[in-house]
């Protein structure tokens, strides 16, 4: 199980130099104590909030702080005036993050993880409880889609305001003739051989008339993990044989795009 230090500094381009620590807080969630990390707007609030899901990398980095990735958005999020907390899913779980790992599957474990954050959120007095949104990345935007799908068991009088999705997975939800019941937004690449738009693309087209506002945005030739702050194009084996593989990396028009974007969209 992966520990969060009590003291992390990062040092962010384009994000004010110094910033604090996000603070470790405890989520109940059934018979799971999600640890999370809270990224708090300086005030008194009450402020907006986003749950935001980690991918299948997990939250953490090689150091064992939040990765750098995530530790990006939750910069950029906290200093933009919201709220943002990111669950655990899997160290919460005793798990190890590996991107073949089914224990925590998205339309179940971390739909409720997602619902689980919000209902905390929403119990605070520093966040406005109208505001919640949900902010997911690959298998993390994968499961925010599943916990916005019509349908989905969710609280009576109670949901996410928004929803923003980079780089889900929509094979599935598809095949489920998904459709969502708050507005979402889905940033892909069309580049990107791990999760390719297609699926994305036909879902979407296949819920306009019984979706709550969806807009999808496909970026010309970008990859998956595009709005990584500083990833070298790589390819990597997605199976322990190595017979398959996908490539990420860093495009720098799309993060840009989706750095501008997505808080925009949030605080609608």
Not at 37 to 52: H, N
Not at 129 to 142: K, Q, Y
Request: aromatic fraction near 8%; charge should be neutral; charged fraction near 20%.
């Amino acid at each position: 199980m992966r520990v969060f230090g009590a003291l992390i500094v990062a040092t962010l381009a384009g994000v004010s130099a110094v910033s604090a620590a996000p603070a470790e807080v405890e989520i109940p969630a059934g018979t799971v104590t999600l640890r999370a990390l809270m990224y708090e707007p300086e005030g008194p609030g009450p402020f907006p909030a986003v749950v935001a899901l980690h991918g299948c990398d997990g939250l953490a980095g090689p150091g064992g702080t939040i990765a750098a990735h995530y530790a990006d958005w939750g910069e950029r999020l906290r200093s933009a005036g919201f709220v943002v907390v990111f669950p655990d899913s899997y160290g919460s779980r005793g798990q190890t993050p590996e991107c073949d790992n089914r224990a925590a599957r998205a339309a179940r474990e971390r739909a409720g993880d997602a619902h689980a954050t919000r209902r905390w959120l929403q119990h605070q007095s520093f966040v406005k409880h109208d505001r919640v949104s949900l902010l997911g990345w690959a298998h993390g935007a994968t499961a925010a889609l599943w916990a916005i799908r019509r349908g989905a068991p969710r609280d009576e009088g109670r949901d996410f305001r928004s929803a923003a999705a980079l780089y889900p997975g929509c094979r599935r939800l598809g095949e489920t003739a998904w459709s969502g019941r708050v507005p979402a937004l889905l940033l892909l690449g069309s580049a990107d051989d791990w999760m390719p738009p297609t699926f994305c693309e036909q879902m979407v087209a296949g819920a306009r008339g019984r979706s709550a506002g969806t807009s999808i945005i496909v970026y010309p030739g970008a990859q998956h993990d595009f709005d990584h702050p500083g990833l070298p194009q790589t390819q990597l084996a997605l199976t322990s044989d190595g017979s398959g593989h996908a490539h990420v990396g860093t495009d720098p028009g799309a993060r840009r795009d989706a750095l501008e974007r997505v808080p925009a969209w949030l605080a609608r």
